[in-house]
């Protein structure tokens, strides 16, 4: 794996340790992050690294299976539960798999049959960040002032996609740009990074005129934490997702398993009654008005079709 790059004041790292006998100083922390940054390293998070490098190199293995394997799983449409695919943007190669998680045993016998062991070890892997994904919705919630258990048993009951991201080693023109910036429709993404690759608009730039782009460095062991669009429904604006992009490395392939977790497929997110002040500033919308934009030929980031004031204008 490639080194750590060097960690910055605007990178912050929130040590799940102390959450049980120090909660206010981590949730403080977390606020903190989410509203300046819209993402945090989270380390100490009670994942195993067995768990973490087997996810990894099963992946690593499923993509290196003959292209006659994998394209069996090959599908254009947005809503199926297992999809493969690949795309190329300026000479940048990636190939995806998506899975769907949860509840894991509803999906996993559609999950790849190989490499062998693929569904034993990737389910214990979508468990064990399920599981830790719960705790970080909680604090989130107290973050915003709002009780540990608001939306909690949604959460649980919600969906969890795995996007399984492959990328070539990229020297053409766009190498330095990545692929297309985006921000993500869950509440929030963890993601796993098998080098580095993030980058990040800039929280100290200004986005009124594009922003600045900024690396995320990749710490061993630790997951990246990503605000997604219906956690800024939730916060009514006041957290942000964050948007982000991929560089390809020069020499090696990447390769990221990003953690999506929503609500249920129809279930409706708005902002919390607690946070609105005057008027909530979005529309309600599900994971299901998610998958129709996507497929739709709206070029519109969905964050954006969900502001009021975008939306009224």
Known sequence: MEENL???????????????????????????????????????HGVADSVIEEALNVNRKFFELPTEIKEE?????????????EVEVGGISREFLKLYAHPLHQYVSSWPKLPLHYRERMGLYATEV???SIELFGA????????????????EQGIQIL??????????????TGLP????????????????????ID???????????????RLNGSFQVLVGDHLEVLSNGLYKSVVHRAIP??????????????????EIVEPAGELQENEGRYKGSSLRDFLKHLASRDTRPFIETLRIDQVES
């Open 203 to 217: 929280c100290r730039s200004n986005m009124s005129v594009g922003g600045l782009w900024k690396n995320v460095p």
């Open 140 to 155: 989130i919630m107290e973050s915003l002032n709002l009780s540990e258990t608001h939306l909690k048993q949604n959460f």
């Open 181 to 200: 910036p985006h921000t993500d429709h869950s509440l929030i993404t963890v993601l796993l990074q098998s080098g580095p690759g993030l980058q990040v």
């Open 130 to 132: 399920r599981k830790l």
């Open 163 to 176: 996007g399984i991201n492959s990328y070539s080693p990229c020297s053409g023109p766009n190498a330095t």
């Open 73 to 85: 799983l090959w599908s254009d449409d947005v809503q199926k539960v297992v999809r493969f695919g």
């Open 249 to 266: 490395s020069c020499s090696n392939t990447r390769l990221s398993i990003a953690n999506l977790h929503s609500l249920r497929m129809d």
């Open 6 to 44: 060097e960690i910055s004041a605007d990178d912050p790292i929130i040590d799940l340790s102390p959450l049980h006998h120090n909660p206010l100083f981590v949730i403080k922390k977390i606020h903190e992050a989410c509203r300046r940054c819209g993402f945090f390293h989270v380390i100490n």
